[in-house]
C-alpha cells in the first residue's frame, strides 16, 4: 500500500488565457481508489487528461515511479498501455465489435497473439458482463454496455492503474447501477484507480481517498469520511449538500 | 488572413513555375533540327503529322483498301488521301518507312516542334503566321478557293463574291479561309468552325448557307453529300483574291531542319501530271457512301459499322475511369492522411512538415483549381517539349491525369471524412498506446472509407463522363472521340453524338445503381449472434488447451 505510482507536483494548465489547472500536488499510491469530485469546470477532467498526457501539461512535472512523463526520452505509449482510461463518451472503436475492440490494443501494442489477446479480451469481457455481446457493433449496444466494454478494454492491457474520466455522466440513469457495481469489484479487486465522478455514493463508500476541487486547484484531500462527514471548507460543504440533496431526490 | 495570403502566394509561385517552364524550353527545344535528316535516316522511320479529316487531302478510313497506312497512334484506325500518298512517294524515295500520326489541326505545330512528328503533310498552306514558328517546303499542291452551298439554297446560282454578301457562310477556324471570307463581310472569328464534317452538317441542316473551301475538298465534300454542289469562282475576277502562300500547300517543318532541302529535291521530281492522278485517286477513293438513310436509317447504319469502336470507347472510358478513381482514392487518402498528422514535437519536424503541408496544398488547390483538359494539354505537351519528342503514350498519359485529378478531389474528401469522425476514436486510441500509424490504419481509415464511399463513387460516375475532355490527347480514344471518329468517317454529326449521349447515359445510370447496391451491402448486417455464455466458457477451454 505504500508503492508511490503517480506523483503530481505544481502542475498547472492554461488554454490560452485560462488557467485551468493551477499547482496542483498530489500522490497515486498502489492499490489507491481515488475519486476526483468537484462541479463542472473545476478542472478535474482536465487534470486527469493531463495523467496520461491527452493534455500536454503547461508547467509542473508528473512523475512515473519517479522519471517524469514530459521527459523527451519518455516512452508516452508504453506508459498510455500500463495506465488505463475510460472516456465519459466511451470511446469504443466503431468499425470494430467488442470482442475486436478489447483484442487491437493487445495485438498492436502489446503484441500478443491474435489468439493470446481472445482469450484475455473474452475474460475480461465476462467480468463485466458483456459475453453474449462480443460480436456487437458498438453502434448496437446501449450506454451502459458500452461503457462495461470500454472497462473490458482498458483491463485486457493489464494496466497498473485506470483513469475513469465521468465514466457514468453520460448514462441514462437505469444504466449508472450496471457500470457501477463492475467499478465496485476492480476497486475491490485491488485494481489502482483514479475516477473522476459525480456520483456520491461510489466516492463515499468504494473510494480510499477524496480530492475535492475548485476552480483549478485542490481544495481539499482527505479520507471519505473527513471529506462527507466534517469538511474542512465551506466550498465543500456547500457542494457536498447540494450534491447529495439532488442525488437523494433522483 | 494569413491562410488566405498563403494560399494567393502560392497560386502565383505555381503559374510562375509553370510560365518559366513554359517558355524556358519555348525558345530552345531540345530537339536540334539540324540533325533532323540524320535521325529520320538512322531510324528508318519518317514521322508524318496530318488531321485525318480533310478529304481528299487527308482522310481515314477502316481497312488498309486502296494503299491506306495504319495510323500508329490510333489503333484500328487507317488514313488515305493526297497527303498521304505525297508522305509515300516521300518515304518510298528517302528508304524509310512512313509513320502516320492523327493530330488535332491546332497541336500540328506544337507536334512538330516538340519532335512528336518529322513533318505536316496536312493540306496546310505556308502562311506567313505559321512560317513564324515553322518552315515550309516547296508547294507540293496549288488550290483555289470555292463555296459549297447546297443545291436547294438560294445561293446555287451564285457567280461572283458579291451575291453571297448577305449570306451566312463559315470557314474553318485557323486557316486563312477565314481571311478570305473577310472579304465577303466582316468577320467573327467565334462564330468559325473546327472541322469540315462540322460545316458539313450544318449547311445540310441549314444552319449555315455555305461554307469556303479548297477546290478538291469541295469535291470530296459534294461527291459524299449529293444535296450539295459548290460555286467556282477560279476564272472570275470578282471571286477571292488571294495570296501564293495561302491556295498553295507546302509541307511543314521544323525552323532549320535539315529535311527541307531533301524534301524539295523529291517533291521537285513528282510532275503537275502525277500530282494530278494522285488528287483523282484521293477524291475516287474516297470511302463516304452520298446515300440518304433517313434518321433510323443513320443511326443503324452508324450502330451497323461502329458498334465494335463504341464497345472498344466504352472499354476504354470505363477502364480509364475506374483506374483513375481507383489511384486517385489511394493518392487522396495518402495525402488526406499527411495532411491530418499531429504536429511534430521536434523542429525540423516542424519544418519539414510545413514543407510538405505546402505542397500538398499547393497539388490540391492548382488540380482543384485548373480544367482537366488544359492539366492534360500542360502535361502532355510539357513533357513532350521537356524529353525533346518523346510522347507518352496516350493511354498511360490519360490514366495519369484522370488519377492526378481525382486525388486532388478525394483529397479534400478524405480530409473532411476524418475530420467529421468523433475525435474520441483518436483519444481511445492514444489512450491504450497506439501509434498514430497505428490509430490510422486500425481505426481511423476504415472509418473514413465508410463514410466517403458515397463520395468516391460520386466521382468514379464523373469521371467517366470528364474522361471526354481527354480526346485532345490523339490518340486517346474514349467513348466521346470514338464519336468524332464517326463523324469524321459519316459526316453524321447529330446522330453520332446522339448515340454517343445515349451510351454515356446508360453507363453512368447503370453504374450508380450498382455502387448503390455495394454500399448498402457494405453498411453491414443490422444483426449481430447472442453468444451463450456457455458456448463462450466452451470456447474459451477449447482455447486454453
Redesign the interface.
Known sequence: MCETILEVKHLSKTFGENEILKDINFTVKKGEVISVIGSSGSGKSTMLRCL?L?ETPTSGEILYHGNSITD?KFDV?????EV??V?Q?????????ALKNCC??QI??LKRTK?QA??IA??YL?KVGM???????PS?LSGGQKQRV?IA??LA?DPEIILFDEPTSALDPEMVGEVLSVMTALAKSGLTMVVVTHEMSFARDVSDRVVFMDGGIILEEGTPQQIFTNPNNQRTRQFLSRMLSEQKQN | MKRVFAVVVLVVLAVALFGTLLTSTGVAYAVSSADDLQSVQSSGVIKIGMEAGYAPYNYRQTTDANGAVAIANQNGEFANGYDVKVAKYIAEKMGVTLEVHALEWDSLINALNAGTIDAIIAGMSPTEERKKSIDFSDKYYESNLVIVVRKDGNYANATQLSDFTNANIVAQRGTFHVDALAQIREVNDSVQYDTFPLMITALKSKTIDGYVAEEPGAISDCAANSELMYIDLKNNENGFATSEGDTQLAIGLRKGSSLTATINEILATLSEDQRAVMMDEAIEQQPVESVELGFFGNIGYILGKYWLRILQGVGTTILVSIIGTIVGLAIGLLVGFLRTLPQSRTKAGKIWQRVYNFLLSAYVEIFRGTPMMVQAMVIYWGYATLSGGITMNTFVAALLIVSVNTGAYIAEIVRGGINSLDKGQFEGASAIGMSHWQTMFSVILPQTIKNILPAVSNEFVINIKDTSVLSVLAGFIDLFAVGNIIILGTYRTFEAYLIISVVYFALTFSITRILRLCERKLKGKANYTLYNSDIVSAQQTAKGE
Open positions: 496520461n491527452l523527451k505509449r508504453r506508459y498510455r498501455a488505463g482510461m472516456f463518451s466511451f470511446n469504443l472503436f466503431d468499425n470494430m465489435s487491437i490494443g498492436k501494442v489468439k481472445e482469450e473474452l475474460q465476462d459475453t453474449q455481446y462480443i460480436n456487437a457493433r448496437q470500454a478494454r482498458a492491457m
